[in-house]
């Protein structure tokens, strides 16, 4: 393999009824940096049925080129027709790196694809860098985030790397930025389609596990009622973040049991930890005081969750919440 | 089909990464002490097996790839019902990334006859999710990936519905296929004593090494690896918080920062 030939920043670019996510909008904005770092060429790949124009969006969100396919068998997302499509456009454009949302649908396709190109793949990276040798520095938990481990792909190209979402931050929309519109000629082998799509159900339960999220919002005695409780959860579907709670609010029978946060409940280590109107008696911190960042709003300010907290507010959770809330809906608004 | 179906469930040993510490002072991890287990998505994969056993019949191979010792977690699916055991060691697979594991297992599976591979979503101490559809590629088999819930729905039928961040998917697919399993999708049995008992007298493990599987040498362990752990470290210890006693508003805004910054919103 001569990496020589290998050129180029791709981002797989998702979409959901031709709604393109939010993680590959991030990637571009990931992938701007290490193409520009690179001096090469940032390009955004868009697979999907009828999607052509949503293709001038991915240059305003910075990428050079687009390279689309339009066909009726990408209309609904699986694993062989898009590993198809995205080998194709791999193995006639060869890419240096390839980046991909780590969501249901790209941790189901990136590892398939890595294999059908028998390249290396590293899931969920937290961080990307170029080294001096013009290699891609990828960085991950292992461990159940105890350990942080540096990647790279030393002798084989593409090189490929899935981050999930909210982890990079995307551009801000450019509508005067030009770049290239390519479609791409694509030749399915049906005969490999063997599965089929029945149905798809929408599902308000959350998926989540509590000691899976990234991001968790729990409530404690402070809250008070299962009615203040739903400021939690529009907080947490403001930010895509999972609520669970402490003792007190499992025994109030606000939240089951599968959420609640303690040494009698589950073990949670967030990125970020908001423990509002919970005091931070010793059974609920040893479930939750390896948190990456704690945000804690008490109204005691002698409560014990402080000497844990990252950052601590001393106030009444039931009046900043709804402050908070209405103020993040305008942010996302605004730049949605 | 056959008489009964064929299925295959990929387990792994790891250590309980709920139980590791870090050293405060040397700041690297505790590993002593650590428990190991089968990894939570296989166990959840030997319950999905089981459970098709039960209901319509079936030959379940479980198959782990690792040092001796983890051949524990082949006497634990015995003792859950699993009929055969393939403990997969060689020090040629070691240092393997997940495309030289699946390598590995695939060419283990060459020899195997299957209906059905089942491997949990991701083991706990790597979470890439990465082997279950790199050997589905290998083997030129459809995947379904996220699985919460199987169904045999017809004569080499197998319906499953796929877990994805607002609901889930319906998917179907003929047999063979590989299928990645969930966690929340059971609660994975209990040993039976009886079955320990018989697991220990009448089931034996069988050991492979690489001589026994259908795979070139060069695509296994770590020479096989592209990928390649070029540091290690573990994260700074925590500085003290800082507190704010300010009005609501303000409270807001400081939030608001910390979240931006963090890239939350």
């Given at each position: 393999m001569n990496l020589k030939e290998y050129k180029g920043v791709y981002i797989f670019i998702e979409q959901k009824s031709k709604e393109i996510q939010n993680v590959s909008l991030e990637l571009l904005g990931k992938g701007r940096g290490l193409a520009d770092t690179l001096e090469e060429e940032l390009v955004a790949v868009l697979l999907g049925n009828k999607v052509k124009d949503q293709c001038q969006d991915l240059i305003s969100y910075g990428a050079d080129r687009v390279i689309y396919v339009d066909s009726p068998m990408l209309d609904k997302y699986l694993t062989e027709p898009y590993a198809q499509a995205l080998s194709a456009i791999s193995k006639s454009e060869k890419p240096n790196v390839i980046l991909i949302g780590a969501t249901s649908t790209g941790r189901d396709l990136a590892p398939r694809v890595s294999a059908r190109l028998a390249t290396g793949l590293t899931a969920d990276c937290t961080s990307l860098e170029i080294s001096e040798e013009k290699e891609l520095l990828m960085t991950r938990p292992a461990f159940g985030g105890n350990l942080m481990a540096t990647i790279i792909c030393p002798d084989h190209r593409p090189q490929m790397s899935s981050v999930r979402p909210g982890v990079m931050q995307k551009l801000a929309i450019d509508t005067n930025r030009t770049g290239e519109i390519v479609e791409f000629d694509m030749k399915f082998d049906?005969?490999?389609?063997k599965v089929r799509f029945i149905e798809e159900l929408k599902e308000t339960?959350?998926?989540?596990k509590i000691e899976d999220a990234h991001v968790l919002v729990s409530g404690g005695r402070g809250v008070g009622s299962a009615e203040n409780f739903k400021h939690l959860e529009v907080l947490a579907k403001n930010i895509g973040a999972t609520v669970s709670a402490s003792r007190a609010m499992v025994d109030l029978g606000?939240?089951?049991?599968?959420?609640q946060v303690g040494q009698t409940g589950k073990t949670v280590r967030p990125d970020i930890y908001f423990a509002l109107g919970i005091s931070g008696a010793i059974q609920h911190l040893a479930g939750m005081e390896e948190s990456e960042y704690i945000i804690a709003i008490n109204k005691d300010k002698g409560a014990n969750i402080f000497n844990t907290a990252d950052l601590g507010i001393v106030g009444d959770v039931n009046k900043i919440l709804p402050l908070l809330n209405s103020q993040i809906n305008k942010l996302t608004n605004k730049n949605a | 089909m056959g008489d009964f179906m064929n299925i295959v469930v990929c387990i792994k040993q790891v250590p309980d990464t709920t139980e590791i510490r870090l050293?405060?002072?040397?700041?690297?991890?505790?590993?002593?002490?650590?428990p190991s287990i089968i990894n939570p998505d296989d166990k959840a994969g030997l319950e999905e097996a089981l459970k098709l056993k039960d209901l319509f019949g079936a030959n379940i191979t479980a198959i782990t790839m690792g040092p001796p010792q983890a051949e524990q977690v082949l006497k634990e699916a015995f003792a859950m019902g699993v009929d055969k055991g393939i403990l997969l060691t060689?020090?040629?697979?070691?240092?393997?990334d997940s495309l030289a594991t699946s390598n590995a297992l695939a060419g283990a599976l060459k020899k195997l006859d299957f209906d059905i591979v089942i491997t949990g979503?991701?083991?706990?101490?790597?979470?890439?999710?990465q082997v279950g559809p790199q050997l589905a590629e290998h083997l030129g088999l459809p995947q379904m990936s996220y699985v919460k819930e199987i169904n045999i729905v017809g004569e080499n039928l197998v319906r499953v519905k796929r877990g994805v961040e607002d609901g889930y998917q319906v998917l179907e697919a003929e047999t063979p296929c590989v299928l990645t399993i969930l966690s929340e999708a059971n609660n994975p049995r209990y040993m039976s004593v009886s079955k320990i008992i018989s697991a220990v007298r009448d089931k034996k493990i069988e050991v492979w090494d690489t001589s026994m599987i259908d795979i070139d040498l060069e695509v296994l362990g770590l020479s096989g690896s592209p990928t390649k752990v070029k540091k290690s470290f573990t994260k700074g210890a925590k500085s003290a918080g800082k507190i704010h006693e300010v009005i609501p508003q303000e409270a807001v805004t400081i939030i608001i920062d910390k979240l931006k910054e963090n890239f939350i919103i």
């Open positions: 049906e005969s490999k389609f339960k959350q998926l989540v606000v939240m089951g049991h599968d959420r | 050293d405060p002072i040397k700041g690297t991890l505790i590993r002593d002490g650590v060689d020090r040629k697979f070691a240092g393997a979503r991701q083991a706990i101490d790597g979470d890439t999710a």
